[in-house]
């Protein structure tokens, strides 16, 4: 499934990060690209937050850290940040808890064995983002968004 979302502004980014958080169960991969200041961390920080409102206040961007990892009532989220790395090994995380990939090299792990849901982030004004969402059927989040 692939759609197509126009975002106006942070409260509907924040919104449209609720929504897919009530469709998630914890065992997903979801890879985030777009360009630099696109809305990727701001959107796994929405996306933490609906799924923890704790852990939400925790987020901020893993390029130094490359992983950072949030404790939910559900299940672990890693925060994965490949902007800066060459290779990474994300079989420690996978199937452990929600994997969130910022800046994904799809040739550096395999994804046939998990639900996979990516999400291009492009920059259509101030806080405007048209964000292209595409996920497998194991994500089970086809009619969900």
């Known amino acids: 499934m692939e759609k197509t979302f126009h975002i106006k502004s ?3 980014l924040e919104s449209f990060a609720g929504r897919l958080a009530n469709c998630l169960k914890g065992n ?11 809305g990727k961390t701001t959107f796994t920080r929405f996306l933490v937050s609906a799924i923890s409102k704790q852990a939400g206040e925790e987020v901020n961007s893993p390029t130094f850290t490359v992983v950072n990892q949030y404790e939910t009532e559900n299940y672990p989220i890693f925060h994965v940040d490949l902007y800066r790395v060459n290779r990474f090994d994300l079989s420690d995380f996978l199937g ?3 994997v969130i990939v910022e800046w994904p090299d799809e040739s550096l792990f395999r994804l046939k064995d998990f639900p996979v849901i990516k999400i291009s982030f492009q920059v259509a004004g101030d806080n405007e983002r048209i964000l292209k969402v595409s996920t497998d059927e194991k994500s ?3 009619d969900c968004l």
């Not at 997903?28 to 696109?38: F, T, V, W, Y």
């Open 96 to 98: 452990e808890g929600l």
């Open 140 to 142: 089970g989040i086809t």
């Open 10 to 12: 942070l409260e509907e």
């Open 28 to 38: 997903e991969l979801i890879l985030l690209s777009g360009d630099l200041a696109s």
